[in-house]
C-alpha cells in the first residue's frame, strides 16, 4: 500500500513518498474563465482552481491563506493536486502545529474529502522530524525540534523512555519563521534602496532566498543585507526559544534544525548538539512517510 507524507506549510507544501519528492508553493486561487489559460488547475467539488507556481498568472484570484484554519480549509485542494499529480495513496500522513491541537478532526476530514478510501494519519508538527532523524540517529535519548517554516516556528521537546519517544513539550512560536529574516532584510534597505522597501514581504522571499533582485535588466545584489538579516534573526529567535522553553531549552542534549528556515540558523547559537537533516526542508514530510509505512506494516 502507497504511503503519502505531506507538509502543508504557509510557504509550501512539501510531499515524500517511495519514488516522489515534490515541492510547491502553498497557492491557490479561483481559476479564471478562461479555456484557452494554460495552467495548472485541479477539480475540487466541482469547481477548479490554480495551485502552486501558476497562481501568479491569475494573481487577482488570490485567495489568501492568513491563519491555521485557512490553511485547514483549503488542504483538500492541495492534497487533491497531489493526487492528480502522483496517484493515489492508501495512507496519507500529515500534521499540524502543536497549539493547533483542536483541529485535528476537522483537518482529517477535510483530507478524507478528497482521499475517501485513505487512511489519514495527523501528527504534531516536529513528530515528523523526529521520526526521519531517529530512523538515523538510533543513539539519542532526548531531543529538541526546531521546524522552522514561512510564518511559524514549531518546536517539540522529547524524550525516550523504555524504547518509546515521548513527547514533552511542544509549542508553536507565531510571526518568527523565515519571513521575520526577510522582514530584517527590508528594514535594513537604505534610502536608495527605497523601492524595495515598498514590496510585501511575500514578493520579497524569492529575493531573500537568490540574494539579489533583477530590475530593468540589472542585477541589484543583496547579499550584503540578507546576511546582516540572517545574523539578527538567529540571535533573535533563539533568544525567543530561550525565553518560551526556559529549563527544556537547558537541560536538552541535541537539537534538530529543520525546515527551510534550518538553511539560516547556525550551529554555534545553541552551544548543543545540533542535527541538520539533509534537505532539512523535507525532513517532515519523510518523517510522515516513515509514520505511515509503521502504521502500514
Same mark, same amino acid.
Given at each position: 500500500m502507497r504511503v503519502l507524507g505531506i507538509d502543508i506549510g504557509?510557504?509550501?507544501?512539501?510531499?515524500?513518498?517511495?519514488?516522489?519528492?515534490?515541492?510547491?508553493?502553498?497557492?491557490?486561487?479561483?481559476?479564471?474563465?478562461?479555456?484557452?489559460?494554460?495552467?495548472?488547475?485541479?477539480?475540487?467539488?466541482?469547481?477548479?482552481?490554480?495551485?502552486?507556481?501558476?497562481?501568479?498568472?491569475?494573481?487577482?484570484?488570490?485567495?489568501?491563506?492568513?491563519?491555521?484554519?485557512?490553511?485547514?480549509?483549503?488542504? #483538500? $485542494?492541495?492534497? !487533491?493536486?497531489?493526487?492528480?499529480?502522483?496517484?493515489? %495513496? @492508501? =495512507?496519507?500522513?500529515?500534521?499540524?502545529?502543536?497549539?493547533?491541537?483542536r483541529h485535528v478532526s476537522e483537518f482529517e476530514a477535510v483530507l478524507r474529502s478528497v482521499s475517501r478510501d485513505a487512511k489519514i494519519k495527523i501528527l504534531p508538527q516536529g513528530a515528523g522530524i523526529l521520526y526521519d532523524v531517529v530512523s538515523r540517529e538510533a543513539s539519542l535519548?532526548?531531543?529538541?525540534?526546531?521546524?522552522?517554516?514561512?510564518?511559524?516556528?514549531?518546536?517539540?521537546?522529547?524524550?525516550?523512555?523504555? #524504547? $518509546?519517544?515521548? !513527547?514533552?513539550?511542544?509549542?508553536?512560536?507565531?510571526? %518568527? @519563521? =523565515?519571513?521575520?529574516?526577510?522582514?530584517?532584510?527590508?528594514?535594513?534597505?537604505?534610502?536608495?534602496?527605497?523601492?524595495?522597501?515598498?514590496?510585501?514581504?511575500?514578493?520579497?522571499?524569492?529575493?531573500?532566498?537568490v540574494g539579489y533582485v533583477v530590475v530593468d535588466g540589472e542585477r541589484v545584489d543583496l547579499s550584503g543585507y540578507k546576511a546582516e538579516a540572517v545574523k539578527r534573526y538567529e540571535e533573535v529567535l533563539v533568544g525567543r526559544l530561550k525565553a518560551e522553553l526556559s529549563d527544556d531549552f537547558r537541560s536538552v542534549e541535541s537539537v534538530v534544525l529543520a525546515g527551510g528556515g534550518a538553511y539560516y540558523v547556525s550551529d554555534k547559537h545553541f552551544g548543543k548538539k545540533i542535527m541538520k537533516p539533509e534537505k532539512p526542508e523535507f525532513s517532515q514530510a519523510r518523517g510522515y512517510y516513515i509514520a505511515g509505512q509503521s502504521d502500514n506494516d
Open positions: 504557509f510557504g509550501s507544501v512539501k510531499v515524500y513518498s517511495e519514488g516522489v519528492e515534490y515541492k510547491f508553493p502553498t497557492a491557490v486561487a479561483y481559476m479564471p474563465d478562461d479555456e484557452v489559460m494554460e495552467v495548472e488547475r485541479v477539480n475540487v467539488g466541482g469547481r477548479y482552481f490554480v495551485v502552486g507556481r501558476d497562481v501568479k498568472y491569475v494573481a487577482s484570484y488570490k485567495i489568501e491563506i492568513p491563519g491555521v484554519k485557512d490553511l485547514i480549509r483549503w488542504s #483538500g $485542494v492541495f492534497l !487533491k493536486y497531489v493526487l492528480d499529480k502522483f496517484g493515489e %495513496f @492508501g =495512507v496519507v500522513v500529515s500534521g499540524l502545529p502543536p497549539n493547533a491541537k535519548s532526548e531531543v529538541m525540534v526546531v521546524d522552522i517554516g514561512y510564518n511559524t516556528v514549531d518546536c517539540l521537546v522529547a524524550e525516550k523512555v523504555e #524504547g $518509546v519517544w515521548k !513527547k514533552k513539550r511542544g509549542i508553536t512560536v507565531e510571526g %518568527f @519563521g =523565515v519571513m521575520k529574516a526577510v522582514s530584517f532584510m527590508r528594514e535594513l534597505f537604505s534610502s536608495k534602496m527605497e523601492f524595495f522597501k515598498n514590496w510585501s514581504v511575500s514578493r520579497l522571499v524569492e529575493a531573500f532566498e
